[in-house]
Structure formats: C-alpha cells, structure tokens
C-alpha cells in the first residue's frame, strides 16, 4: 500500500513565493514592448526585484508602484532613445525621472513603466558634469548637469570664489527635481525662487527630442518645464547663475510668544535690504527647538525655552543670515543691530551663532547622518507644504497650529512658516502660487515610524478640509492630488496653458505618470 507524506506548510508557501515572484518578474518584464531588448540600452534596463523595488518607494514611504524596469543610463543619448521608443510604439510605455526620489507620494514613480535613475548619469561619470565660466560683463554662471546634487554644485563653485543665490534647505537633492518643482528656502524672499535663477536648459521632451531652451529661444518649453512637475520634460542640463559667494555668516535666532507680531516682523524684515535669508518656525513640546533641521541652541538655553513652552503651548522663532567676507567682518553685526531696530522680539532672546557658509547651507545634512546613525531617516514623511495667502495667515494660525496641531499632538518634526514675495517669481513658469503680493510657506515636516504614520496623513486632511472650509485659497507644494478637477483648481488661470504645453511637449502623456495630472494609476 502506497504511502501518502504531508508536506510541510513552509515548504508550500515557499514554492508559492518562488512561483510568484518568477510570474511576477515576467509580467513586468512582458508589459514593456519585446522590441526594446533590441535596443543598444537594453543592457543598462534592469527588471529585477532589487531594481524595481527601489524605484518602487520614495522618500516619503507612503505609497508603493513598481515599474516595469529600471533604466541606469550611461549617457544621455540612452534617456532620449527609452523616450523616443516610446513614443514611436502605438501604446507607449510611461517613463519617470527619478533622481534622489525625495518625493512624498509617488511622483517620481513609473507604474508598471520605466524609471530613469539619473543618479546613473554621475555614478558611470557620463552626462553633463559641472563647468563654471567667468564673465565679468554678462556675468559667471555654471553648466550643471540635470543628475548633479546642489552640494556638489556648491562645492564646484567656491572653488571659483562663486555660489548660486538661490538654495533649498537640503542640498542632497538633483538639479533637475528641484527645478521641477520650485526650489525654495529662506533667500527665496530676496532672489526668488531656484526656477527663477536658471538662464537656460537641455530638455528630453515626451516626444524623445533633445532641445536647448531659454526665454529667448523656445521660451515656452522654458517657462513650461520650470516648476512644471516633470510634465513635459527630462532636464539634463541647466545653466546657473553665480555671484560672489561670501565666506561666513552670522546666523540669529529671535523668540516670540505672539503670533501676530511674529509675522508682522517677518514681513518688516523682508522688505528692507540687508538680509540674505530668512525664515521662521514654530516650537511646541512635539516640534523641538533643536530637531534634525538644525541644532541651533545649546542645552543651556533649553530652560528658558521649556519654560515659555509650558506658558504659550506655542513659540515661535524667526531665523535670519546675513553674509559677510574679510572686508565686511567688522561691520557686520553693527549692520544687524541696525536692521533688527524696531523689531519686537521677546526682550534678551536673541541667539547668535557665527559659521561658514558651507556649515549653514549644509546644516540639514548634519542632522540627517544623525538620524541614519539611529535608524531614524529611513522612515515615512507624510509631509504637507502649502503656500498660504498673507491675509489668511492669521486665520491659519489660529485655526491650524492652534487648534489641529495642538489638539492632536501628534506633529513630530520641524513646522516652519515664513514669507515670499510674489514678483519674485515669474509668473509664465508653471508653478502656482497664491494671488497675493506676499505669502507664506507652510512646511509641515513630519516623520513617523513604520506603521503609525496614518494619523499624521489624517492631520494632513484635516488641515486640507479646515482650508477649504475657511475658504483659505491656499496652493500645495509638492503636490498630491488624484482627480483632473482638484489639478484645474491648483493651476487655476495656468491651466489652460499647462494643459495646452503638454499637449505640445508631451502629447501622449508618457512623462512623469505618478503625479496623476494626466495619467490615472
């Protein structure tokens, strides 16, 4: 009599993963069409598990979409013939350009696509690398590469006694993204904006066309790129402009238990001349004073801030640099004392530090290898950035850090609030902003651990839901919207004009799926 054996149950389910994953690789492998093997970059698409997994998450860890490969260009010819054989298919395949994949919701994602790893271009040493060029009559600039990373750019240029004046907080992210998005930090008050400091770029359009652009020549794929969300085409080269770049900074911090003379401040000090960068922030229990962003006080002063905390619930802090070299080093805090006059700070807390520019620029590096050496930055960031009109700012206090942010207690990282004027930004670019002389930038930067990061999102909507509810025309920033008619509402008059360029650029939809303007996912 035969004899029957049981199989194991771990046995079962491992054949079942093996089989899946195998099934798996082949339907992503199958959506894509069979004669792209033939290509000459068939070797540098890669359809593994460790290559489509990695694609398949960004920095904010809230969604998963796994491309159908993962293409690791070794020049920018290989990005121009992926796109153009696309468009050439009669269902083209949609492609992402990802460089640090610093998005919050699956941006830079290519469902079941391809995802570009411009990170690819530095790392083989091919691409468009960072050429500086001195001009003492049209003024110096830097050819940089769309792959290359804003502290290399940094670097590169004081090599040369000259800096971009335009930044974001954090300098480890491509060229190429933050143009496609804005690119703001505190010196957007004075010199607008990183998308409006380019001179000129090198765009692969979603017809796989490689075009050199400026505002004058093909100024609307120009105006159209620059905060056009990776809509309507790949950067891969930028021209930056450059000044002088100071040696030092003195770096002040100023405490306020009010609200209203905080922002009143702030708008005061952005409009005269003098400072080079500006930004204010909130410090609740939750919000230290000192967080991954920057460690500014020293634990001496955590008494005296701890205290105010436990009276205000909230304070507030406005944060302010101001350049200066070897001939300006002995009037430089003269000329502060000077522009802080009339300011209405709480009386004695005011805190000074005095670094090199490379140590401010860099500040939010530091704390980041802090938290990777505890495990703590690998983790979701439902993050929520917003511009809000000047005059509902107060109201936004009032009905969000007071009210939602203190009520739930559950906000865990920086919470930073601060002005930018309008004209500072070309309005023909495709980013949106409020329809206000002056605004303020919201940036809600929370972190969460694994499986708790629900309730911050759930915040987020709240503080969606209360804005529209107030009838605060707020705009997001780094965007995640999912219908057609919540996109028309963010563009606004622009619209018509994204719609028309994309139309023109892009015209069967293959780029940059994952913000969900034209593709649904």
Known sequence: MAKTYSIPTYFILISFLINLISS?????????????????????????????????????????????????????????????????????????????????????????????????????????????????VSGSYADVGGHQLWIDVLQATLEHGLAPVSWTDYLYLTVGGTLSNAGGSGQTFRHGPQISNVHEMDIITGKGELVTCSKETNSDLFYAVLGGLG??????????????????????????????????????????????????????????????????????????????????????????VKYYDDLTSHTVDEELQELFKGLRFLPGLVFTKDVTLVDFLDRVHNGELQLQAKGLWDVPHPWLNLFVPKSRISDFNSGVFRDIILKTNQTVGPLLVYPMIRNKWDNGMSAAIPDEDIFYSIGLLHS????????????????????????????????????????????????KIFEDRKAQFDPKNILSPGQRIFNSI
């Not at 922002?263 to 000192?290: A, C, R, V």
């Not at 707020?474 to 509402?489: F, H, S």
């Open 231 to 320: 809509q309507f085409g790949i950067i891969t080269r930028a021209r930056i402009p450059l000044e002088p770049a100071p040696k030092r900074v003195k770096w002040v911090r100023m405490l306020y238990d009010d609200f209203s003379t905080f922002s009143e401040d702030q708008e005061h000090l952005i409009s005269i001349n003098g400072l080079d960068y500006l930004e204010g922030s909130l410090i609740t229990k939750q919000s230290p004073p000192n967080n991954w962003r920057s460690s500014f006080f020293s634990k001496s002063q955590y008494p005296i801030i701890s205290s105010l905390l436990t009276k205000n619930g909230i304070i507030y802090s406005i944060e302010v």
């Open 24 to 136: 798996l690789t082949l339907t992503w492998a199958d959506v894509l069409p069979h004669q792209l093997h033939t290509l000459t970059i068939a070797t540098r698409l890669r359809v593994d598990l460790d290559a489509t997994a990695k694609a398949a998450r960004d920095f904010g860890k809230l969604v998963q979409q796994t491309p159908a490969a993962v293409l690791y260009p070794s020049s920018i010819e290989d990005i121009v013939s992926l796109v153009k054989f696309s468009y050439n298919q009669p269902s083209p395949f949609t492609i992402a350009a990802r460089g640090r994949g610093h998005s919050l919701g699956g941006q830079a994602m290519a469902p079941n696509g391809v995802v570009v790893d411009m990170t690819s271009l530095k790392n083989s040493g091919a691409g468009i690398g960072i050429k500086v060029t001195k001009n003492p």
């Open 448 to 495: 969460s651990g694994a499986d708790d990061w629900e309730p911050l999102e759930n915040q987020n909507k709240e503080i969606l839901k209360f804005c529209d509810k107030a009838g605060i025309k707020i705009k997001q920033y780094l965007p995640r919207y999912t219908t057609k008619a919540d996109w028309m509402n963010h563009f606004g008059p622009k619209w």
